[in-house]
């Protein structure tokens, strides 16, 4: 991915290709649900795939259940949870369903991200019914498909197709698929102390707006990059990074970011340019305004201000504008 520039300004996180994302097949309209039907997701197929090369697995159809099929359901046996027929408990592909997860983990190299079917026995991410031995159903399970494979790669950003109708979590699941599609291109490109320590200054404002104690976690980390073996830090960074992306940013820790920023100004702006921004931060944490005004404004003092570092920062534009994720948080 290379780093296109609006204006000459700040870092536009733009994908020259699409990026690779693993998805559930129901979600793309393909008829491999137990009743022979789909459940297509119209954000998915129209704005995501405008970005995303969707890569479909339906486990259930891969493990031979068939189309359709009688219906399976996770069912409490001891400490542990299967998938099991509705009608026939008999039926059990719970060790096939984790069999192929296995193999099709090791097909997902180049996918940067994966969008789960919610409540599904195989696909479900989280509080997918599980059945007690009274046979009543608690919410609390993860489907056998999901759970092998979040367990197997979990640094890849994973999310379920409900959730992406929340707007402070679609933003925050697409914002993690681009860092994780670059993180992906620097390890497959050659990793190097120098690389590392650029990448991490690149989304240090990313980074803080997560989590302060993480940036000066991962800042220290960095600062052995030449001294210690590198393979071995970079995979500890990768993890601590995309663990501390899965939190969602709050509205006071995005202005903390913007308050950041703003200092880089002061020597630049007037006194009622400046007024305006801190109204408009201000705003923003009232929940008066969404979080694209302020950054707009910032963005259009740095076009006339420039500064090489803020230019570097893919917090000013973490996703192409064209998704517009901070028009409504």
């Known amino acids: 991915m290379n780093k296109e520039t609006e204006t000459g300004t700040v870092a536009e ?43 479909p697995f339906c486990p259930e159809a891969g493990v031979g259940l068939g189309i359709p099929r009688q219906p399976i359901r996770l069912v409490r046996q001891g400490k542990g949870v299967r998938a099991v027929g509705t009608r026939t408990p008999e039926l059990d592909p719970t060790d096939d369903l984790a069999a192929f997860a296995s193999r099709t983990v090791s097909q997902l190299t180049d996918v940067s991200g994966y969008i789960l079917k919610k409540a599904s026995p195989s696909c479900g991410m989280e509080r997918v019914k599980v059945y007690n031995d009274k046979g009543m159903p608690e919410r609390n399970g993860v489907g056998i498909y999901a759970g092998v494979l979040m367990e ?72 052995e990059a030449g001294k210690e073996q590198l393979e071995p830090l970079a995979d500890t960074y990768g993890a601590e990074l995309m663990a501390a992306l899965k939190r969602p940013v709050k509205p006071r820790q995005h202005v903390n970011v913007l308050q950041h920023l703003l200092g880089y100004l002061k020597d630049h702006i007037d006194k009622l340019d400046r007024e305006e921004m801190v109204e408009s931060i201000e705003q923003y944490r009232q929940g008066l305004v969404p979080l694209i005004v302020p950054i707009t404004l910032i ?28 028009n409504r948080i």
Not at 15 to 32: H, N, R
Not at 167 to 178: C, G, K
């Open 13 to 55: 996180a733009v994908a020259l290709d699409k990026i690779q994302v693993g998805i559930s097949s129901c979600l793309l309209g393909q008829e491999v649900r137990f009743d022979g039907g789909h459940k297509r997701d119209s954000y998915v197929n129209g704005t995501l795939s405008e970005y995303f090369d969707f890569i």
């Open 299 to 326: 963005r259009h003092h740095f076009r006339r201000y420039p500064d090489p570092y803020v230019m570097r920062q893919y917090y000013m534009s973490p996703h192409p504008k064209e998704l517009m994720l901070r």
């Open 152 to 223: 197997r790669l979990p640094l890849l950003p994973v999310e379920e197709e409900g959730r992406l109708g929340d707007a402070v979590l679609r933003e925050n699941f697409i914002e993690r698929v681009f860092v994780y599609y670059r993180w992906q291109r620097l390890r497959r490109n050659g990793l190097t102390a120098h690389k590392l320590v650029e990448f991490h200054a690149d989304h240090k404002y990313l980074i803080m707006a997560h989590s302060q104690e993480t940036y000066r976690q991962l800042g220290r980390m960095v600062a």
